[in-house]
């Protein structure tokens, strides 16, 4: 436990010697890559391509390209996908809905209904809408809040570590 606190802190901390103040698209991007590795996946998930679409423009998809060539998920490949569709979603692992496309929450949840998928939001309220994980910015920090009951229905379970780090909304 001690070890995962260390490492996303000296991640940080790194991005922050590296670059000066990271960007937000930064900052939530190593997030997302971080909770990949701090969800149980389901065996069916923990073969072939790590799957993440970004829904909508933004700087995040960049971001997470720059991780999907450095780094895995396990023995998994990183492949992450933009999309302005939701329709488009396939079986996934995390789908991003940015802040403007949040309206179209409903729709990736219906699209990934029978999947486990992580749905991981940038706007408030939707973690009451199907978002497991929705950030949020509390006095000019990036922070997350967490749904365990959308969680559950996924099949995904938090590592005890991702949990202290979120505010549980349920």
Same mark, same amino acid.
Request: charged share 20%; with cysteine; aromatic share 10%.
């Given at each position: 436990?001690?070890? /995962?606190?260390?490492?996303?802190?000296?991640?940080?901390? $790194?991005?922050? =010697?590296?670059?000066?103040? #990271?960007?937000? *698209?930064?900052?939530?991007? @190593?997030? !997302?890559?971080? =909770?990949?590795?701090?969800?149980?996946? #389901?065996?069916?998930?923990?073969?072939?391509? $790590? !799957?993440?679409?970004?829904?909508?423009?933004?700087?995040?998809?960049?971001?997470?390209?720059?991780? *999907?060539? *450095? /780094?895995?998920?396990? @023995?998994?490949?990183?492949?992450?996908?933009? @999309?302005?569709?939701?329709?488009?979603?396939?079986?996934?692992?995390?789908?991003?809905?940015?802040?403007?496309?949040? *309206?179209?929450?409903?729709?990736?949840?219906?699209?990934?209904?029978?999947?486990?998928?992580? !749905?991981?939001?940038?706007?408030?309220?939707?973690?009451?809408?199907?978002?497991?994980?929705? =950030?949020?910015?509390?006095?000019?920090?990036?922070? $997350?809040?967490?749904?365990?009951?959308?969680? %559950?229905?996924?099949?995904?379970? #938090?590592?005890? $570590?991702?949990? %202290?780090?979120?505010?549980?909304?349920?």
């Amino acid at each position: 436990m001690k070890k /995962k606190t260390l490492l996303l802190v000296v991640s940080v901390a $790194f991005m922050q =010697f590296m670059y000066g103040q #990271p960007s937000l *698209a930064l900052l939530q991007a @190593t997030y !997302i890559y971080n =909770f990949a590795s701090q969800v149980e996946w #389901p065996e069916s998930y923990r073969s072939g391509d $790590f !799957i993440i679409y970004v829904l909508g423009d933004s700087d995040v998809y960049q971001e997470l390209s720059k991780i *999907a060539q *450095a /780094k895995t998920v396990g @023995t998994q490949k990183i492949v992450v996908r933009k @999309t302005s569709d939701a329709n488009s979603i396939e079986k996934s692992h995390i789908v991003f809905i940015t802040k403007a496309e949040s *309206a179209g929450i409903s729709k990736v949840a219906e699209k990934t209904l029978n999947y486990s998928t992580l !749905i991981v939001g940038e706007n408030k309220g939707l973690c009451s809408q199907g978002a497991g994980i929705n =950030f949020q910015l509390v006095n000019d920090k990036l922070g $997350f809040e967490m749904s365990n009951k959308n969680l %559950k229905k996924k099949g995904l379970t #938090p590592t005890s $570590f991702l949990a %202290k780090l979120a505010t549980i909304v349920d």
